[in-house]
């Protein structure tokens, strides 16, 4: 009996380790060699992506300004850059954004490759969904705002315009965006909307490691509404449809942040009733 319970015993470690850990335990000196290894594909991934889109920057600016060019439409309109290196520095700045968002899922599959050794089955299926949802959740606020914010947006400020008539007499004031503080506007909204739309999926993984649950982001609610118009007043520009444009969808998705954390309490509930 006694045998057959040592010859059991072996059997059920190997089953429980191809269950959790899928790799030996590694150094610290091999940790860190695998470290500067991701590094490095990351790094020269996004090194040649940006100087790919350093390539086709104007292209990618072109794609920025067409939401102001559509308000435009029917007259000669410009934009202008008042130093002789602005309009360099800014085409570097197009092809740095656009290649850290391209490249992102690069960084993500090296991030995951390197963290993936370390952790258990069950923990890789609770981390996985987060990782691959991140993106789109991101570029889903970016598009957003592109296709919704920034038209309503530029209509609202073109619309201060002033034609001198003769009757009214005076100068007339007409818009010339800078390029860099066009590419930087029209940046600060597409990351606003963007890191915003994330929140599912951070509040999803708090309440996943037990660190806030349904009940608790129900009792928090009021506060999550009064901070999102904060977040909104400044991180958008200092026009209420901008604001309410990011307000609203962060409360509304604080509220789906509630539905997810209620299924992941639900989850939790059914393992634990399982193991009991």
């Known amino acids: 009996m006694t045998a057959g319970s040592d010859t059991d015993a072996p059997g059920e470690d190997a089953a ?11 150094s610290l000196i091999e940790h860190l060699t695998e470290l500067r290894r991701r590094l ?8 040649v992506v940006f100087l790919v889109c350093f390539y086709f920057s104007d292209t990618f600016f072109n794609f920025l300004v067409e939401p102001l060019a559509s308000v435009w439409q029917g007259g000669e309109r ?8 602005e309009k360099f520095f800014t085409n570097i700045k197009v092809a740095f954004f656009a290649a850290a968002f391209i490249s992102f899922p690069i960084f ?9 050794p370390g952790l258990y089955k069950n923990e890789k299926n609770a981390f996985l969904p987060f990782l691959i949802a991140t993106p789109f959740l991101f570029f889903g606020g970016g598009a957003f ?28 004031i007409e818009l010339e965006p800078k390029v860099n503080e066009y590419l930087s506007l029209v940046m600060r909204l597409i990351f606003a909307f963007g890191l915003s739309f994330e929140l599912p999926v951070v509040l999803s993984l708090l309440a996943k490691v037990g660190i806030v649950t349904a009940e608790g982001l129900k009792k928090k609610r009021r506060y999550a509404i009064v901070i999102a118009f ?3 007043a400044i991180l958008t520009p200092p026009d209420p449809l901008s604001q309410l444009a990011l307000a609203i969808p962060i409360i509304v998705l604080y509220e789906i942040s509630i539905y997810c954390a209620t299924l992941i309490g639900r989850q939790k509930d059914a393992v634990a009733e399982t193991d009991a």
């Open 40 to 47: 490095f594909y990351s790094s020269a991934a996004f090194i």
């Open 108 to 116: 993500a599959v090296q991030i995951w490759m390197f963290v993936a």
């Open 78 to 85: 410009r934009l202008i850059f008042t130093a002789m290196h």
């Open 145 to 172: 705002v592109y296709y919704v914010v920034m038209p309503v947006a530029w209509q609202f400020f073109t619309s201060f315009e002033q034609l001198a008539t003769s009757a009214s007499g005076g100068l007339p």
């Open 230 to 232: 904060i977040a909104a």
């Open 16 to 26: 429980t380790d191809e269950a959790g850990l899928d790799d030996r335990k590694m």
